[in-house]
């Protein structure tokens, strides 16, 4: 009977623990719906591009036009005799065994 008496005291304390309210929150509280919104800063980082960038891009747009250039021309150095034949037609064997 003791322990039976023992058993349930400690469980109404336990229990009753989880019963009480938690302790009002005040307005400095930062979880209290009345307080005041924390400070806002001004952007210290900027989304223009910075030196490295700029030189990335004005490298990549020479290789751009040079590509367009060698695509439209074909190469600029070289001899006469070293550019592609566009009027010669290929040679055609026809192996009948």
Same mark, same amino acid.
């Given at each position: 009977?003791?322990?039976?008496?023992?058993?349930?005291?400690?469980?109404?304390?336990?229990?009753?623990?989880?019963?009480?309210?938690?302790?009002?929150?005040?307005?400095?509280?930062? !979880?209290?719906?009345?307080?005041? #919104?924390?400070?806002?800063?001004?952007?210290?980082? $900027?989304?223009? &591009?910075? %030196? =490295?960038?700029?030189?990335?891009?004005?490298?990549?747009? !020479?290789?751009?036009?040079?590509? #367009?250039?060698?695509?439209?021309?074909?190469?600029? $150095?070289?001899? &006469?005799? %070293? =550019?592609?034949?566009?009027?010669?037609?290929?040679?055609?064997?026809?192996?009948?065994?």
């Amino acid at each position: 009977m003791t322990r039976l008496f023992i058993f349930t005291f400690l469980a109404t304390v336990l229990l009753g623990g989880c019963a009480t309210a938690p302790p009002p929150l005040t307005a400095a509280h930062p !979880a209290s719906p009345d307080a005041p #919104e924390g400070a806002r800063l001004a952007r210290q980082t $900027s989304l223009r &591009p910075d %030196d =490295a960038t700029r030189k990335s891009h004005a490298l990549l747009s !020479a290789a751009q036009k040079e590509q #367009e250039h060698w695509d439209a021309y074909g190469p600029v $150095s070289g001899t &006469p005799e %070293d =550019a592609p034949k566009t009027d010669a037609k290929p040679e055609m064997s026809h192996d009948h065994h």
